[in-house]
Structures are given as structure tokens and as C-alpha cells.
């Protein structure tokens, strides 16, 4: 989509903010990740949130002007994401985790398209591929959507559409409208905030592959009674602030369908077989009718597949390496 009056974004900076916690280990490729950009206008805020590993020392071995570290007492993920954006000089935010890796091309190519962007368009995210703890790529399912598109608020609410945290950059302005990320979330927090932006803000996503997921036992996503309960939380706050009508019965429904049919993953990968069967069942319950199946990126009969593969106790990493998307 071109605009008349294009957004001049290649010509702007961006600040980058790198949170992260006793992550030393995956820092210093991350961070030359970000170095090795061909976009050159940026600048480098890593906000170390309490570590206690060798985080300050592998900083110290950046001798970049561009490069700033900023150290707190451990507050959690949203409070360093927000102390970054606190500390940002840029008029363009973007958030990386700390044992993720951009390709070289992502601030060259989401500025490029936010210059091609109408001006309402606050919001720019990327596709992604994995890879495993030692850095390796992983293979993902075939992409089943292959076009880029504007993504709405209810597409956030219904399933956040990847691990968007690594491949996201936004307008500061968008930080200024919809406020920043809410500290009482301990997981789920970048969701909410998503959800927060695309209200006010048009949201354009890039189908290419951006960045390189980690994926390993550390990641957030790991821990499923945290996720499971601070999802709930953000699902409760977009309905308390009506995101979409709370007479439109079938799409909450919806929602909480696809809602227990991650928990069940969730609580999969982390051996709980019981407790995933439980969900995929809840989830089945709540609504027994089809999904968007191409919206929310996932085959036919997705929820049914999963159950039979619980019934049958499949490897989880195994499955998980099939079906792992690389893109929306």
C-alpha cells in the first residue's frame, strides 16, 4: 500500500532496545546482530534488568558510540522495555530479546516500508524463522500465508501472530497515545501492548522472515502456568476495554477457544500431558465450530490433530519441529 503523502521513516533513526536478564551467554551475537545492520541510523540501548551473570563484562567489550548499556535493579521485562523506551532518542522504537538475532536487512526493510506507508500507520512487524539454543536454524511448516497485510487489533486479541517482540518497530508517538508496557504483566505483556497500539494505530506486517527466534528451556514461553494466567489477564483486559463489542458472544468465544488450545501446548512442552489434554478438551468445548484457520496461520482441523497427537503421546519436539511457523 502507497501512500500519496509517504511517511519520509528511511530518513529518521531508530533507537533499539535490547532487555535482558542473566542472558550473557546469547548477548553478544544478539547485539552484533543489531551491529551489523544495513541500516546504519540507530542507536543501541541495552538495559540490563539485575543480571548477575557476565552480562556487564560482555558490554563492555562493545566500544560502539552507538552502543548504550543501562543497568536496573530486576524489575522485570516490562519495566526494562520500558526504561529503554524511557532512554530512546529516536522517533522510532524498536524492541529485540535478548537470545534472538536479527537478519541484517530488518531495520532496512520495515523502514523502507513505513516510507511507503500511509502517515496512520504506526506499527511495523516482520515474519520470522527459528533456531535452536546452540543458534542453529530450525525448519518451519510451509508458510500457508505468503502476502504481507495490515493486521487489526481482534487479529492480536484472537492469537498474537508470532513472537512479534524481536521484529517490531514502532513510532515513539505510539508509546505517547496508548501508553507503554504494563508492569503488572509477568508474560503476555508485549500482547497487551500490541493489542493497545493497533487500536489507535494502523499495524503493517512483512510476511519475509526478519529475525531468528531461539528457541530453549530458558524463553519465557517455557514457563505454562505463567503464561497460561498472565494471557488470561491480557484476554480479560482487551473485553474490559472493548476491543470488540462484548455483545459479539461468538467471537469471545472464539477467543477463549484458541486461548485454552495454546495453554494446552504450553503445558505439553513442559511434560504435562494431562493437564494439555484437559485444555485441548476445555478449548473443544468452548467452541466446537471451525476457526479461521488462515488467519490464525494453522492447517485444518488444527485443534483436532493436536488432540489426537496428546491421545497419543508424541514426542513434543518432534512435532513441534514440523509444525513450528516461520511466518504469520
Known amino acids: 500500500m502507497v501512500s500519496n503523502t509517504p511517511d519520509s521513516a528511511v530518513e529518521h533513526g531508530v533507537s533499539v532496545v535490547i532487555p535482558t536478564f542473566n542472558y550473557a551467554k ?32 560482555v558490554m563492555e567489550s562493545f566500544h560502539d558510540e552507538r552502543v548504550r548499556y543501562v543497568y536496573q535493579e530486576n524489575s522485570g521485562l516490562s519495566a526494562a522495555r520500558n526504561t529503554g523506551i524511557h532512554h530512546a532518542r529516536f522517533d522510532y522504537i524498536a524492541f529485540l530479546d535478548a537470545d ?14 513505513f516510507a511507503g506507508l500511509p502517515s496512520e500507520y504506526g506499527m511495523v512487524v516482520g515474519g ?3 533456531m535452536d539454543g546452540d543458534g542453529n536454524p530450525t525448519e518451519g511448516r510451509k508458510r500457508r500465508i505468503a502476502a504481507d497485510r495490515e493486521l ?10 508470532g513472537p512479534l517482540s524481536s521484529s517490531v518497530v514502532l513510532k515513539s508517538c505510539v508509546f505517547r497515545d496508548c501508553g507503554v508496557f504494563d508492569t503488572t504483566l509477568r508474560s503476555s505483556e508485549d500482547r ?9 494505530y494502523r499495524v503493517y506486517f512483512i510476511c519475509k522472515p526478519l529475525v531468528f527466534i531461539r528457541k530453549h528451556r530458558q524463553s519465557m514461553s517455557a514457563h505454562a502456568v505463567r503464561m497460561r494466567e498472565n494471557t ?21 468465544l472464539r477467543v477463549l477457544g484458541v486461548y485454552y488450545f495454546e495453554t494446552a501446548w504450553t503445558h505439553y512442552d513442559e511434560g504435562q ?13 468452548i467452541w466446537p465450530g471451525p476457526l479461521p484457520t488462515a488467519r490464525l496461520n494453522e492447517p485444518p482441523f488444527f485443534r483436532l490433530r493436536a488432540l489426537v497427537h496428546f491421545l497419543l503421546r508424541g514426542s513434543p519436539s518432534r512435532f513441534l519441529k514440523k509444525q513450528s511457523p516461520s511466518c504469520l
Open 26 to 57: 546469547f548477548l553478544a551475537n544478539t547485539v552484533d546482530s543489531v551491529l551489523r545492520q544495513t541500516f546504519r541510523n540507530f542507536e543501541l540501548i541495552v538495559v540490563d534488568d539485575g543480571s548477575v551473570d557476565e552480562t556487564r563484562a
Open 100 to 113: 534472538d538475532q536479527w537478519m541484517p536487512d530488518l531495520l532496512e526493510t520495515v523502514m523502507k516500508s
Open 128 to 130: 520470522y524463522a527459528g
Open 152 to 161: 487489526l487489533a481482534r487479529d492480536f486479541l484472537m492469537k498474537n501472530p
Open 192 to 200: 497487551d501492548m500490541w493489542i493497545r497500539a493497533a487500536m489507535r
Open 232 to 252: 488470561l489477564k491480557t484476554i480479560r483486559k482487551a473485553y474490559d476495554n472493548r476491543v470488540v463489542s462484548r455483545f459479539n458472544i461468538p467471537f469471545w
Open 273 to 285: 500431558n494431562g493437564a494439555a489434554l484437559g485444555f485441548i478438551l476445555r478449548s473443544l468445548l
